[in-house]
T-cell receptor, first 107, second 112 residues
Framework: KNEVEQSPQNLTAQEGEFITINCSYS?????LHWLQQHPGGGIVSLFM???GKKKHGRLIATINIQEKHSSLHITASHPRDSAVYIC?????????FGAGTILRVKS | EPEVTQTPSHQVTQMGQEVILRCVPI?????FYWYRQILGQKVEFLVS????????KSEIFDDQFSVERPDGSNFTLKIRSTKLEDSAMYFC??????????FGPGTRLTVT
């Protein structure tokens, strides 16, 4: 059983839409990471969360430790946001990755 | 802005050959990691390294794999005898204590 589940697997949005990607995990964590993988393959860390909420520009990440659930929100989406968004749980000295959500934002 | 670098960007090798993938982590980081991503699949943890020793490894990281920090800057992943199923993108990452991980651009390994 995959310890990190993401939904949806694929998401197509119109430019300007508010986007939500969800992540659930089944075991304890020390932190929850959101990462972005570009079409060329490069991986960029967006957020590292252990509680509450973080905001960076148009991106917002929230986590509910009791429900073992996190969400990534993108406000006023733009075609340049098109990428794979990956949730990963951190436990000990490693990350366990979800399968990713493929986001396409159309202009 | 400091970044993690990896060389080569693409390595093609024959089955059974040894390969060494190289990484230069961010200079003041203390934790180092290797991950791999088989085409079309999710990213998988291989190994973490701290204070000149392996701190955690996955079941993928068997006796065919080894890591080394031969000097103060490089961090290498060696695969002793490559198999077809080792073909993947290999990512190096580094982090300071309790901070986000910074990923390198990856090395695409193709085993023929």
């Amino acid at each position: 059983k995959n310890e990190v589940e993401q939904s949806p697997q694929n998401l197509t949005a119109q430019e300007g839409e508010f986007i939500t990607i969800n992540c659930s995990y089944s075991v304890g964590i020390s932190a929850l990471h959101w990462l972005q993988q570009h079409p060329g393959g490069g991986i960029v860390s967006l957020f590292m969360l252990s509680s509450g909420k973080k905001k960076h520009g148009r991106l917002i990440a929230t986590i509910n430790i009791q429900e073992k659930h996190s969400s990534l929100h993108i406000t006023a989406s733009h075609p340049r946001d098109s990428a794979v968004y990956i949730c990963a749980r951190e436990y000990g000295n490693k990350l366990v990755f979800g399968a990713g959500t493929i986001l396409r934002v159309k202009s | 802005e400091p970044e993690v670098t990896q060389t080569p960007s693409h390595q093609v090798t024959q089955m059974g050959q040894e390969v060494i993938l190289r990484c230069v982590p961010i200079s003041n980081h203390l934790y180092f990691y290797w991950y791999r991503q088989i085409l079309g699949q999710k990213v998988e943890f291989l190994v973490s390294f701290y204070n000149n020793e392996i701190s955690e490894k996955s079941e993928i990281f068997d006796d065919q794999f080894s890591v080394e920090r031969p000097d103060g800057s490089n961090f290498t992943l060696k695969i002793r005898s490559t198999k077809l199923e080792d073909s993947a993108m290999y990512f190096c990452a580094s982090s300071a204590v309790a901070y986000e991980q910074y990923f390198g651009p990856g090395t695409r390994l193709t085993v023929t």
